[in-house]
Each structure stands twice: as structure tokens, then as C-alpha cells.
């Protein structure tokens, strides 16, 4: 309880700090991320007693279950024809960054890195971990690395991440404000930073309903309902690992490896589907409502980040400081490029806004995509908004912690950085190819 509460205290102090000091609201930092550096600073200064942080460790990997569990829950699923409709330029432009991204570290790490700083081809998914899946998801690839016998790329992932969400507020306003000079908006407006200075108070009129009570209180309390929906999607995901592991028992020692080591989170996020499929069919009384689903994921991610950056190891990161830096400086780079050179051939209306907000997402988070993509489209006049929200539903399932990023890590260590880059260099030539496609067709 010590250990929870402490974690409380710094969550709190983090929502303060963030409230109060104008730098970290011009960054736009979430609070549990001022926390973590917070908790960090902490444990490096102060040598506290093992109760005081027992399980700190462990949290990340337990809570990104709940947080892939809950990311479909909620809310119908849409049909996918229709989806594809609105955002297939969007989908296969952001794929194409994400995938980049893999490549970008396969070729920096087997070119420069790997010869120049004795970096193994591991080191190559460490930027499109930290960058397209987030703290989260380092977080939660933490058992992923121990198995894979590199424990302290967790440490490298959770910094990149770290450096991807800052990277993400102050190089995408630098490029907001070069957009507006040259006139690559669609709105003649100014960069609207009012959404970074808010300390984070909604006005009493302005506040949003959390969630809505679907059942008497004296059946069962609506959260814990909520959270029998999470607990199976996550017994699903478990069901699925189980049956990854009987797979790997037939399968040759390299194939197996890969199936053993494929991380839970993913398949948690294919047991929500499932529990949602099931319910749009067979719930006529909707029992899920998606605001209270969100409380508990955020909830769970809060909590997450704050454990996860507070236990970075330090001296291990330190080791490794200077590739990191190039690492970290390469993904960025590669951002800007695909935002300035790409974007434009990539979309026929508002080139810039969809691709701010892609920029925005594929470093930080979601939000951090919207945040930028407000600052130019304040009241989401263009189609950017739309497109990115329904592009999120296919691409999560696979990139930014997702399907592809469970396999690539175990990919990187098996079979190393030179068949990951053939498969990232061919899935950004399908999805150029298929962008092509559809700009002829108008």
C-alpha cells in the first residue's frame, strides 16, 4: 500500500507541477509523464526503502494489458468498408511513416550504429517502439526484452518515447508556424496555442459527462461490470498466448522463439474486439458505455507511465546515451521529411493538417496529433479530424503496439535487422503503390 500510495503522491504532484509551471504547459507534457521524471528524480536522489516502490517494476507489463484491452470496448465497430472509405489515404500515409520508421533504424543501426557502437540489430526497433507505440507500449515490451535476453532496451525504449513526445510539441510547432508563413494552411489563422496554456481545468459549464450508468447500483456497481468487460477481453488474450505457445511446440527453434516471445498486450486488443463483436450482437441493452471503458483505460495508462519512467535505469541509459541521441534524432528527421515532402503528394485537400496530426501522433500520442492539428484547424473545418479519427481504427490493430510491433522486437533478436528492413522496405512500397492508386483514380 506504501508503494501505491507513493505512486498517488506523484501522480498528484505531477498534475500540480503541470498546472503550475508554464514550460510544461507549453509542451503540453500529460501530468503522468511529469510525474515520472518526477518519481525518477526521486529514486535517483533518495535511497527509498524496497515497500516504498515494490512492484514499480512489474506495474507496466500487468496495466498494458488493461489499456490494449480496452481500446475497442465501448463503442460499435464499424464496418470496415466504411472506414476504409474515409480514411484510406490517411491509413496508408501513416502506415507508410510507420513503417518508415522501422526501416530508418535498420539502416542506421546495420550501417552506423551496430559497426561504430557495438549496438545489436535489437537497438534498430527502439525509435518506432518509443515513437509509434508510446510509453505503453515500452512499457509493456519490458518481458518481451528480458526473455530476448536484453533487458535494458525497455530502459532505451521508455527514454526514446520520452524524447519522441517532446520532439513531437516542439518540432510540430516549428513546422506549424513554417506552414503558416507559407501559406500550406487551409484556415488563415495563427498557430492557436491557447490549448497549451490552459492548465487543464474544464470550466464548470464546459465539463463532459464521464460515463453513464447502465445498471443498478444494487445488482452490481456499473465500474465493476465495466471491469469484468476488460477482465475477459484480457482472458481472451491470454486463451490466445496459450495457444501461441502450443503452436510454438510444433514449430522449428526460431519460429518457436518468435511465438514464445510474442507479447500478451496485442492479443488483449484482439479479445476486446471480440468481446465487442459479441456484444453488438447479443447486448440489446448496451451494458458498455465507452466513456466509463475510457476512465479505466486512462486510468490504467496513468499509472503505467508514471511506474515505467520512474524505474529507468539511469546508468544503462547513460551507456548508451549517444546512439540513442543519433537514434532518436534519425526518427524525427525522417517525420519531418514525410511531413514536408510527402504529405502534399500523399493527400489531395488540407496536405498539411493531416499530416501534422499524423506527425503529432506516430511521436507522442493521439492526443498530441489532435493537439497539433488544433492549432491550425482549431475547429476541425477540414477533413483532417475525420480521417485521422477513423484511420486509427485500422491502424492500431497492427502499428504503435500493435500486431506488428509484438512481432517485429522478437524479429530484430531472431533473425536480425537485415530481414526486418526487406519487410518494412516492402510494406512501404505496397502502401505507396495503393496510395498511387488511389490519387489516380481521383
Known amino acids: ?49 524496497a515497500e516504498a516502490v515494490a512492484g514499480w517494476n512489474s506495474l507496466p507489463g500487468l496495466l498494458i494489458n ?15 468498408a466504411r472506414v476504409w472509405k474515409s480514411c484510406s489515404r490517411q491509413l496508408a500515409y501513416g502506415q507508410i511513416v510507420a513503417w518508415g520508421q522501422y526501416a530508418v533504424g535498420c539502416l542506421l543501426v546495420l550501417l552506423f550504429l ?12 527502439i525509435m518506432p517502439v518509443g515513437f509509434e507505440g508510446g510509453h505503453g507500449t515500452a512499457a509493456g515490451l519490458g518481458p518481451v526484452f528480458d526473455r530476448l535476453g536484453f533487458p535494458e532496451m525497455k530502459d532505451f525504449a521508455l527514454a526514446s518515447a520520452t524524447g519522441g513526445i517532446l520532439g513531437a510539441i516542439i518540432v510540430g510547432m516549428g513546422m506549424v508556424n513554417w506552414a503558416v508563413r507559407r501559406g500550406h494552411v ?45 477482465g475477459l477481453a484480457i482472458l481472451l488474450g491470454w486463451a490466445m498466448k496459450e495457444g501461441l505457445l502450443l503452436l510454438a511446440g510444433h514449430l522449428p527453434e526460431k519460429g518457436a522463439e518468435i511465438f514464445q516471445s510474442f507479447p500478451l498486450f496485442p492479443l488483449c486488443m484482439l479479445g476486446g474486439v471480440a468481446v465487442q463483436w459479441l456484444a453488438d450482437r447479443f447486448d440489446p441493452h448496451e451494458h458498455m458505455d465507452e466513456g466509463l471503458v475510457l476512465r479505466i483505460q486512462n486510468g490504467a495508462l496513468d499509472f503505467l507511465v508514471v511506474s515505467a519512467i520512474a524505474t529507468i535505469r539511469l546508468d544503462v541509459v547513460a ?49 498530441t496529433g489532435l493537439l497539433l492539428l488544433r492549432t491550425v484547424d482549431p475547429d476541425y473545418e477540414t477533413a483532417a479530424a475525420e480521417a485521422f479519427a477513423a484511420k486509427q481504427l485500422l491502424h492500431e490493430p497492427f502499428m504503435g503496439g500493435g500486431l ?30 495503393a496510395l498511387v492508386a488511389m490519387n489516380r483514380r481521383g
Not at 480496452?70 to 464499424?78: A, K, N
Not at 551496430?114 to 526497433?125: E, I, K, S, T, Y
Request: charged residues 15%; glycine residues 12%.
Open 1 to 49: 500500500m506504501l508503494s501505491f500510495g507513493l505512486l498517488c503522491l506523484l501522480l498528484g504532484a505531477g498534475y500540480w507541477l503541470r498546472r503550475k509551471i508554464a514550460l510544461l504547459r507549453r509542451l503540453y507534457l500529460p501530468a503522468s509523464v511529469v510525474a515520472g521524471l518526477l518519481g525518477l528524480c526521486l529514486l535517483q536522489l533518495f535511497d527509498l526503502p
Open 66 to 80: 488493461i489499456v490494449f484491452a480496452s481500446l475497442f470496448l465501448g463503442r460499435r465497430l464499424p464496418p470496415v
Open 114 to 125: 551496430g559497426p561504430v557502437f557495438d549496438m545489436p540489430d535489437l537497438f534498430a526497433g
Open 186 to 230: 487551409e484556415l488563415k489563422v495563427q498557430p492557436n496555442l491557447e490549448i497549451e496554456q490552459l492548465a487543464g481545468i474544464i470550466p464548470r459549464d464546459l465539463r463532459p459527462s464521464a460515463g453513464k450508468v447502465t445498471v443498478s447500483g444494487d445488482v452490481i456497481g456499473t465500474l465493476s461490470l465495466h471491469l469484468v468487460f476488460v
Open 319 to 367: 551507456r548508451g546515451w549517444l546512439p540513442l541521441l543519433i537514434l532518436i534524432a534519425a526518427g524525427i528527421g525522417w517525420n519531418v521529411l514525410c511531413l514536408a515532402a510527402f504529405a502534399r503528394r500523399a493527400f489531395r485537400d488540407a496536405w498539411f493538417e493531416r499530416g501534422i496530426a499524423e506527425m503529432g501522433q506516430s511521436m507522442g500520442v493521439t492526443a
Open 404 to 433: 506488428w510491433t509484438g512481432t517485429a522486437i522478437p524479429l530484430l533478436a531472431l533473425w536480425g535487422g537485415w530481414p526486418v528492413l526487406g519487410i518494412a522496405l516492402g510494406a512501404m512500397a505496397v502502401w505507396t503503390a
